[in-house]
């Protein structure tokens, strides 16, 4: 697909690569990776695409580069991919506590605390 496109583990893929079939089709871009850190344990991907976000396990995925992931998957069975599951994720607000006393007040009181669902 790419001629500048390099193997590159798990832990160096940049975000926003496109995700292929295995076909060579685009279905969607690299949103998330997942990883098991203590075990250093590659888990999956999270995909940006037109249907919302999508989980790709690791066993379907069959090529990891700098510019793309190619899947083991067909383009009838990436139709089929599921939407994510397990816990939310935060994120801490960090324009949370910006502003005048009025507004640093006002969050305080009827504000969200500063979290973010980020999943």
């Not at 798990?10 to 990776?33: D, H, I, N, R, W």
């Not at 949370?96 to 969050?107: D, E, K, S, V």
């Amino acid at each position: 697909m790419n001629d500048s496109a390099e193997p590159v583990s798990y832990t160096g893929v940049p975000l926003g690569v496109a995700m292929l079939s295995s076909s060579g089709q685009q279905f969607g871009t690299l949103e998330k990776v997942l990883q098991i850190p203590a075990e250093d344990l590659f888990d999956g991907v999270i995909v940006t695409t037109p249907q919302g976000s999508r989980f790709v396990d690791r066993d379907q995925i069959a090529e990891i580069t700098t510019a793309y992931i190619r899947c083991d998957l067909d383009d009838a069975a990436i139709a089929n991919l599921p939407a994510p599951s397990g816990s939310a994720t935060y994120a801490a607000d960090t324009g949370y506590a910006t502003g005048g006393p009025l507004r640093r007040w006002m969050r305080r009181h009827f504000g969200h605390g500063g979290w973010t669902t980020k999943n």
